[in-house]
């Protein structure tokens, strides 16, 4: 030891025992503070001076190494701690002022060494700090005790906090120590079980196999996991996961083992329940199948339950679905029972939307009008919990129904928990294959099978037909002027119509009949087991039915159908055959009388199908533009000057010859070519009356008749203003003949359309004035500049007196709102001069001229005969 370090101690030993000690005693002092502490001595910037042999040893270095260096070489290196209690150290000892504490230090291997040091100042006459004295016990063994134990304090907290359960068993496997979570879990205190093997504690039914196992693998020294049923001290059940840790010695003796027990209860009803019934859905099993399957789960995993799963339909009722340890009869007997206040456990969970428990059926209200059909069957409580869409709609139960008086445990509870959502996502995807089932083969207007379900349902009746070697009747039937009641009250009313309609053919019908609606107004019935004379009365039937008055749009209505009739198999084996033929029938009834009935015919049969190829012909007549313009002129009476003329599609045929229009013009409407016809009549009448107006050829105007489907196009207004604009034509030129039924088209976009086009300055003429009863009240709506008095009150208009006075009254109408006047089908002079006295405008008809090509009517004009 260096004499600076041995004169530092001796003064340190005399302050320690006391006043004038001895020269031996202070040696005595040193000596022994030497052997028992770490002494070093260092300077007033913190360089090491000298060390005993004791400080030395501790830190690894020889005295030479250490001289000089500065009192950081054994303090922890980047620790702000350390270098935070470092400068506090120092800023005492520089104040004048000893310091003491526990400290940690470096040794040169790296290792801490834990002091406690007590640092004496040495200070010079001006208050100077001129060395620091610092003596120290090594008290590292004492720090790592305390950290161990404090280790082992804070394992032993968390250990006992955490949820898992922990069990330490000895070589022979039995219980020495259960942490806290061990007997929150299963409810046993240690003492309770010290000494068991926790295996057949928990899981009492384990095989030995199983036991056996796990033995094998601890005594190899391997982890054993295990995931079972447990049970706990009251009967609780959970499933948990063991894992079984096992403790050797160094000689490979198993001397412990430590196991974790891991509540998985919920996992594992996921597994076995939720991730079964996912699998079973994704595979498209049935849902009565799969609610089976959850019942069998349910009771496999808790055989003290019953299990039941029951639907509520939209009409609020119960249906079973599943309860296959149910008695049969029992769950017929729940079959249509209502959702209610007191409708057992199941009907009033869900009502109230909430679980409903019933320990005791025989004595609880809620179950008086069930308790003796329960008891019959053994059943003695009820816990039925409702199963709610992710709307929150009730869509079925989900009961447990047990054998004697009790209600739900924790774990029915866990159970049942999983199953109902399960449960839940079942319905809702039931409902919405449902649904998807409906869109594709049901009718959404009225619920009927559409066509594609219609014509599936009929090959299987006729194939059952087949095979019994018996009649079947197909009936097509049409209802009768369902466009009018569209055009002129809706599509709102015609949709009320059709509904009624639907209604009404399906009332009085077997289980075996099929009803479905084809398209539009359309609907078809299929009868098995039903011949000529039954189909007849049958028919007679559903007119009747149809026929029943009903309010509609605030007035009473009579709604009446045309309906064709075909057999099976005397006209056709399959059903599209049937269907044609039917359709054939049924525009036989509808031509000769509306409100009947007609069977298929094979002249039927010849004529439907000269009336698809006069369809065909016309069709391409239209594309190839084979038709041709007629014009009948209309005269002023007053000055025989000419008024215009009418534009008249004529057709003629190269093999049929020369088509009636009134034979073509309504095939055009029926088959959807009438709006073709009309765009070609309304460009070829103008396109010909620019070449009258180019060869100063004076034509006033032409009138062009269109039917309401034109004005079903928007795109009307402007194709009339291009037509003009096309051929130099002054709007006032071309007149278009509108007939009542545009004017009774309820749809506002008709009248817009009526309203754009008369904009563009064409004139608007009402053709047949007088033959609807509705023409009046429109009248004053429509900016029509011209009345065209129908032929038929012309032609009677000489010998009947009404007729005369329907005209009288026309040209009265049309006076008092500065219209013009038109009385077409004039055919000789006495109506004229009748017409000329009423006051008539303007005249039309074969007393003039006929219809004629346009190089005849040039003619005519050069020629015509004076109106006398």
Known sequence: MSESLIRDLSVAAGHLVGATPSSSEIQHHVEAIDRAMLVARFSADGRILGANRLFLDRFGYDLAEIVGAPHELVCPPNRPEAHQQHKELWRSLRAGKPWAGLVERVARDGRSVWLEATYAPRMDEHGHLQSVLAVSSDVSLRVEHERVQSKRLWQSLVVDETDSAVIVTDGAWRIVYVNAGFTRMFGYQLEEIHGRRPIALLVPHVKPAVIEEALNCANAGQPFRLEELTYAKDGQRFWNKLIINPVRDAHGVLVN??????????????????????????????????????????????????????????????????????????????????????????????????????????????????????????????????????????????????????????????????????????????????????????DSLTGLPNRSLLLAKAEQAIAGATRDHSQLAVLFVDLDRFKQINDSLGHTVGDEVLRLAAQRLTEGRRASDIVGRLAGDEFVLVLPQCDARRVADLADQLLTNLARPHRIAGAMH???????????????????????????????????????????????????????????????????????????????????RLHGVEALTRWHHPTLGEVSPARFIPLAEESGLIGSLGLWVLEEACRQLADWQSRGIDVPCVAVNLSPTNFHNIELPPIISALLARYALEPARLVLEITENVLLDGNATTLSIIQEVHALGVKLSMDDFGTGYSSLSYLRRLPVSELKLDKSFVHDLHNDQTAQALSEAVIRIG?????????????????????????????????????????????????????N
């Not at 029938?585 to 190829?613: D, H, P, T, V």
């Open 257 to 442: 083992t430590v196991s974790v027990v891991t509540d998985i209860t919920d996992a594992k009803m996921h597994e076995i329940i939720h991730h079964r019934g996912l699998d079973a859905m994704a595979r498209e099993t049935p849902v009565v199948e799969l609610m089976a399957m959850i019942c069998q789960e349910v009771e496999r995993i808790s055989p003290e339950v019953v299990a039941s799963i029951l639907s509520v339909d939209e009409k609020n009722t119960l249906h079973p679905l599943a309860g296959p340890s149910l008695p049969e009869r029992f769950s017929s007997a729940l079959d249509g029972i209502p959702v209610g206040p007191q409708e057992g456990s199941c009907g009033t969970a869900a009502h109230r939307s909430q679980e409903v428990v019933v320990t005791d059926i025989e004595t609880d209200p809620l179950w008086a009008n069930y308790a003796g059909l329960a008891a019959s069957f053994g059943l003695k409580a009820c816990w039925s919990t409702p199963i709610v869409s992710s709307k929150g709609q009730v869509v079925g139960t989900f009961a447990f129904y047990y054998r004697e008086k009790r209600g739900p445990d924790e774990f029915h509870r866990r159970l049942v928990s999983v199953c109902v959502n399960l449960c839940a996502l079942a319905l809702e995807r039931e409902a919405a294959r449902a649904e998807i089932q409906k869109l594709a083969f049901y």
């Open 558 to 640: 009579v709604m009446s159908a045309s309906v064709g009739i075909s057999l099976f198999p005397e006209n056709g084996s399959d059903i599209e055959t049937l269907l044609r033929r039917a359709d054939i029938a049924m525009y036989e009834a509808k031509a000769s009388y509306r409100g009947s009935y007609s069977f298929f015919s094979n002249e039927m049969n010849l004529r439907a199908q000269e009336r698809l190829a006069l369809e065909n012909a016309l069709r391409e007549a239209i594309e190839k533009q084979q038709l041709r313009l007629h014009y009948q002129p209309q005269v002023m009476v007053e000055d025989g």
């Open 815 to 867: 006076e008092s709102l500065n219209l013009v006047v038109v009385a077409e089908g004039v055919e000789n002079e006495i109506q004229l001069n009748l017409l000329r006295q009423q006051g008539f405008h303007v005249i039309q008809g074969f007393y003039l001229s006929k219809p004629l090509p346009a190089p005849m009517l040039e003619s005519w004009l050069q020629r015509r005969p004076p109106v």
